[in-house]
């Protein structure tokens, strides 16, 4: 602990020397020293100026309240500052909080930054033989920031000198190969507890959520994704034995409503679709595979389970309903609701009663042919025949695998009540049952343009949430490849696999600035403001296996000549864009 200290304050001298060369007020240390803690209060509101959490906010809404940079000015948009960043996947989160950023670098490294110019304060680097870098985002809490590594240890570091204050590493119910359980999805703060979602890829027994002590990391309750056959839900897996169930993974962190006292986290279907394509046809028996394709709503200090709604059982085609819950109050049939809205991979958005699981309403944002009704008043969904498992022939079934939308998470704007969604518009040749495939049903699945496909691929979707219609889009050739983030300045930002980072007019549409970026943009860009400058953050280089995936079949489509396509020309970096 001495070596690191000493190696700590030689460091944070060296950058006060630099920042006080080039006429920094406040040198870096005194960012350090001047850090407060933070609290539940801060957490349930926020400054503007923060970036606090995986989502900006507990409702996930990717939504910043800064209007520093707007519509008028947005133009004048310029880079501020970089930094290097490792080779490597990886879907990081900077977070913000009192001019100091911490971001998740690959190779298990974890950087504070200086928030306003990139200079490193300190660097922790995780020992570990694991070096998959494939995570969304980290957590602050208190004067400590949560570091989960995908060897499936969990960090809490000293926000001042990159200390270990604990280390745990959670265990799980069987020994699998590397790789097969991980920690993805940034953990969470709520009451008091830190709440961790864990992947479980083709493993036994499946994926669970754990809330840990936020003081000593020691686990205090755990919540499995996959019934139990002697529990709630038990009879929903066709009499599978504990051993032959598995899937519900947790790739994303959950929201909270501190109000009704209830996280809400989504969990991912499952690989093993064979033993469920049948229905054995006994009483009280089914295939639905609870909590496969669920929002689960939970009390974050125990743990205890308070309502599930299931948007899609027995999921053959891995449509992956797990991503993020966000939240709002909105008015239904003229009474207003707390409500919970997500959508899975067939960008068909499923709004719930946030306090009961009660389901809403539903809105189809029409690249999928899988649902052909939507029952209004349980939410239970119609499947067409075509795109179920079969031995006959393929059928073009929509969307492709990885999905109308995926892991990039749409904005919500709760002061204009408008929703941004970053899709793809693709289909697949697909149903014919084979072998070597994703799923053990084995069905073939051939990426294919849409049957009325104009060679667009990409598409921005923005929603009015309170007449649940579809707003303005934005296409490209190309589709997004990351996140959107939303601002008080009337501008919804996102990056493209044409390697551009854009701003959009949020009520509009319309492109207001744009920057060629020499690689991918792959992470979740944020905003924050220190000394009342606002600054735009985005990391490129580090893409994703679905963003690596992605690029090769549109490079395939529209051929390597197109000038859409672009060669990666520059290293891995974040950039950070402020005004002139």
Known sequence: MRNRLYQYTLSVFAVSLFAQAVGQT????????????????????????????????????????????????????????????????????????????????TNNILLALDARSGIELWRYQHESENFDGRRQGIALYDDMVF??????????LNVRTGAVEWETSITTPVQAMRGYYGLRGAPMVADGILIQGVTATMVPQGGFIVGLDIETGREQWRFHTIARPDGPGGNTWNNLSLQERSGGSVWNSGSYDAELDLVYFGAAPTYDTGPLL??????????DALYTNSTIALRPRTG????????????????????????????????NRKVVFTAGKLALYDVVDAQTG???????????????????????????????????????????????????????????????????????MAGLMADGTLLSTGIEATPAPRADSDGQFGRLQAINMDTMELAWRHRETTPPSTPLLSTGGGLVFGGNLDS????????????????????LPSSFPITYAVDDKQYVAVVQGQPSRFTGSLYGIISN?????????KTPTEQPKLLVFALD
């Open 500 to 519: 551009s980072f854009k701003a959009y007019d949020a009520e509009t549409g319309a492109v207001l600035w744009q920057a060629s970026l020499g690689n």
């Open 26 to 105: 406040s040198t870096p240390a005194n960012l350090l020293n001047s850090y407060t803690p933070i609290d539940d209060q801060v957490m349930q509101d926020p400054p503007a100026a923060d970036w606090l959490m995986w989502r900006n906010r507990y409702d996930l809404s990717g939504h910043s309240a800064l209007n520093i940079i707007n519509r008028d000015n947005v133009a004048k948009l310029g880079e501020a500052w970089s930094i290097p960043l490792s080779q490597g996947g990886n879907m990081t989160t900077p977070l913000v909080h009192d001019g100091v950023m911490f971001i998740a670098d």
């Open 304 to 335: 205890e389970l308070v309502w599930h709604f299931q948007h899609m059982p027995n999921d053959q085609l891995d449509l992956d309903w797990v991503y993020e819950r966000q939240l709002d109050d909105l008015e239904i049939n003229g009474r």
């Open 278 to 287: 049948e229905d054995l046809g006994i009483s009280g028996v089914s295939n």
């Open 358 to 428: 009660e389901y809403l309403d539903s809105l189809d944002l029409g690249v999928q042919n899988v649902v052909t009704a939507v029952d209004p008043e349980t939410g239970a969904k119609s499947i067409n025949p075509d795109s179920i498992p079969n031995k006959e022939s393929n059928h073009l079934v929509c969307p492709y695998f990885l999905g109308g939308r995926n892991w990039q998470s749409g904005a919500y704007n709760p002061d204009t009540r408008m929703l941004y969604l970053p899709i793809l518009e693709m289909c697949m």
């Open 557 to 565: 489509f529209l051929g390597e000549d197109n000038p859409a396509i």
């Open 147 to 156: 570091v989960p590594h995908n060897d499936l240890d969990l960090v809490a």
